[in-house]
């Protein structure tokens, strides 16, 4: 396919939803469904501009429940395909996501987070469809879902999202907010030759040896794609390593759900990016995400410059959750601080991971993000 | 001495997937030895044959059927479908699933592929109610007629389903029952062998679960009334062409060309790169 027109190596100025959807064209991503949402629906005007010059597809579909389900079936013939939407939309898109994990179909949902529940705050920023990411689908899955805190993260995260996709065989979530998302910044795209693209392993065995769902060391199967002369079935019904449903069957089930499980937590340490900034002697850490962790980095930096030994852990993966990485702050730190734009939820798996450590949480509803003030006050109370 | 026959349509089944979970009288096996041998008289390529099903005892023919085949979530199978059909159109893309799945749950999907007028095959076995879960009310259910959750008789107004496909823009809209073999195969033949969204509803019967809550206790029984009832009647108005017990409209209600929306939408892209897809 000609015409392709990516763009230029070197810096751009652009919203954090035009940089997701730049990402996803220089992932190879070749297929949009999607609704329109605030704050998501700048996604979908880009990518429908886009897509065709590149000879991929943009289509509107019916609602978000048909847009995860158009976005499975193209993922099935081979397109790395991509939705967007924001809570509302998630909340639809939940037992397809189901579908996504239980078929092992990789594909990439960006959630730009918004007030919520229901209706909420369609034009502010939230956190609160976090929990949500992990446990939004009935039944005991594992799943990956980012966090960007910038621009330029939209970008780059929303590649790794489709890497980790094809990697896993997962649907992976990209958790922005409505800040990263309509927000305009510097964004620098590499040369394409320096972007590391991953595609799904395939089946390197004939077709009447092929098993559709038969796991490698990773505990991921390679995959066979409609059209290719594998005539493969794959269904939600819990199913053995034909694809058949065996649904009687509790040894598939235990087999089959704790794989789909233990290929994410399993690969956790190779999936979990987190960033580090002055840990190293950190009386005083802060763990936030998303938009929230600009802010407690200015925190942090001001609660140096008043002697008090702050430092920040920047959650880049979001789920599996980096509780190891929590853990390792917490053998040395006095208090941890977590602030979120929503009741609390991050919070908990902080709890959880630093034990015995005690730690503040700041919640923060219905406007701005948090100022570095309100983080830095906090932190001083915790010295 | 006895030589073990391969049955000739072993080819399109996934023989190891049966026994089938259909009951005795049911039709769903009507509806897909009909299927098969629409591909075999047409001698489909099954390297490039997708059948997508939603869920339900129809829903379990995605399996049966030795293609690439994805068994959706309730509903979804068009939404699905239109992800497959987009991407590669060169798969032949067909839904084979039942009136609770692609009419009340699925509704929303169907009316706008049909507006959309992808190319889909959509067969949809109405049996009249909720088999698999026992035989609730559903879309398609006749007026006054005894379900599961209507022991005091059914009063909601039935979906006429052709009406519905023909009144979304589908290009091709029939009915006939399981008793109409030949024509039910003649049929899924034309669609094969058509560009746009086509529908094809299959009168099904459902003795074990519906037809003896209403004095229709067997398979025969069902097809008894199909038989007494059936008028054909094709090109005739589909908005005429509702079920009621002494009349049961069959035929072809449409037949029209409509260019597709996946050849609209990669003549566009073509156009986009000024230069032909060739596809």
């Known amino acids: 396919m000609t015409g392709k027109r990516t763009l230029p190596t070197g810096a751009h100025f652009m919203s954090g939803d035009i940089a997701c959807a730049e990402g996803a064209i220089a992932a190879g991503c070749r297929f949009f469904g999607g609704y329109p949402i605030t704050p998501a629906t700048e996604i979908a005007e880009h990518l429908s501009e886009r897509m065709p010059e590149f000879g991929g597809i943009y289509i509107q579909m019916e609602d978000e429940i048909a847009s995860i389900a158009a976005v499975l079936g193209a993922s099935y013939t081979g397109l790395k395909a991509m939705t967007a939407t924001s809570g509302p939309g998630f909340s639809l898109m939940q037992e397809n996501i189901g579908l996504a994990v239980m078929t092992e179909t990789p594909c990439v949902i960006v959630d730009i987070m918004r007030g919520g529940p229901s209706t909420g705050q369609p034009t502010l920023p939230g956190q609160q469809d976090v929990m949500q990411a992990k446990w939004g689908s009935h039944g005991d899955y594992g799943i990956i879902a980012l966090s960007p805190s910038s621009v330029q993260e939209m970008f780059n995260l929303t590649i790794e999202a489709f890497n980790l996709s094809e990697t896993y065989r997962v649907p992976t979530l990209l958790m922005g907010d409505e800040i990263v998302a309509h927000m305009w910044e510097k964004v620098v795209i590499p040369p394409a030759s320096e972007t590391r693209i991953v595609n799904r392993k395939k089946p390197n065995v004939s077709p009447s040896e092929y098993a559709p769902f038969m796991p490698e060391d990773d505990l991921v199967p390679p995959m066979a794609c409609f059209g290719e002369g594998y005539h493969f079935h794959a269904t939600g019904l819990t199913h053995d390593e034909r694809g058949y449903p065996r649904t009687q069957d509790s040894e598939v089930q235990t087999r089959l759900v704790r794989r789909l499980c233990e290929k994410i937590s399993k690969n956790a340490d190779k999936i979990i990016k987190v960033e580090d900034v002055m840990l190293k002697d950190a009386d005083v850490v802060v763990v936030a995400y998303g938009i929230v962790a600009r802010a407690a980095l200015s925190a942090v930096r001001k609660a140096r410059e008043a002697g008090i030994k702050a430092g920040l852990l920047r959650l880049i993966t979001l789920w599996p959750f980096p509780e190891r990485h929590v853990a390792r702050i917490a053998k040395k730190a006095k208090a941890i601080v977590v602030p979120e734009m929503n009741c609390g939820q991050v919070v908990h798996e902080v709890e959880r991971a630093a034990k015995k450590i005690p730690v503040a949480f700041l919640s923060k509803l219905g406007e701005d993000p948090h100022t570095p003030q309100e983080i830095l006050d906090v932190i001083e109370r915790c010295v | 001495m006895v030589q073990e026959m391969a049955h000739p349509f072993e080819k399109?089944?996934?023989?190891?997937?049966?026994?089938?979970?259909?009951?005795?009288?049911?039709?769903?096996?009507?509806?897909?030895?009909?299927?098969?041998?629409?591909?075999?008289?047409?001698?489909?390529?099954?390297?490039?044959?997708?059948?997508?099903?939603?869920?339900?005892?129809?829903?379990?023919?995605?399996?049966?059927?030795?293609?690439?085949?994805?068994?959706?979530?309730?509903?979804?199978a068009i939404a699905f479908a239109t992800g497959v059909k987009l991407a590669n159109p060169e798969l032949e893309v067909t839904i084979i699933s039942g009136d609770g799945d692609l009419f009340a749950i699925g509704g929303n999907h169907f009316i706008h592929a049909a507006r959309r007028n992808i190319g889909l095959k959509v067969i949809c076995a109405n049996n009249f109610n909720y088999g698999m879960t026992g035989g609730q009310q559903g879309p398609t259910t006749p007026l006054e007629t005894s379900t599961t959750t209507t022991p005091y008789g059914n009063i909601e107004h039935p979906f006429n389903l052709v009406h519905l496909a023909a009144a979304s823009g589908a290009t091709y809209v029939a009915r006939w029952t399981t008793l109409h073999v030949r024509r039910l195969t003649q049929s899924i033949k034309r669609m094969l062998q058509k560009d746009g969204f086509c529908f094809l509803e299959v009168v099904s019967p459902c003795p074990e679960i519906f037809g003896r809550r209403n004095k229709m206790r067997t398979g025969l029984d069902m097809m008894e009334w199909f038989r007494r009832a059936s008028v054909v009647e094709n090109f005739s108005d589909p908005s005429r062409a509702e079920i009621t017990p002494e009349r049961i409209v069959v035929g072809e209600f449409v037949n029209i060309e409509k260019t597709s929306y996946e050849r609209l939408l990669y003549e566009k892209i073509a156009q986009i790169n000024e230069k032909a897809m060739g596809w």
């Open chain 2, 12 to 76: 399109y089944l996934r023989s190891a997937m049966m026994p089938h979970i259909w009951c005795p009288g049911c039709g769903n096996g009507i509806v897909l030895n009909c299927f098969i041998h629409a591909l075999d008289e047409l001698q489909k390529d099954l390297d490039k044959l997708v059948v997508v099903s939603g869920i339900g005892c129809i829903g379990r023919t995605a399996g049966y059927t030795n293609a690439d085949s994805f068994h959706t979530t309730h509903g979804r």
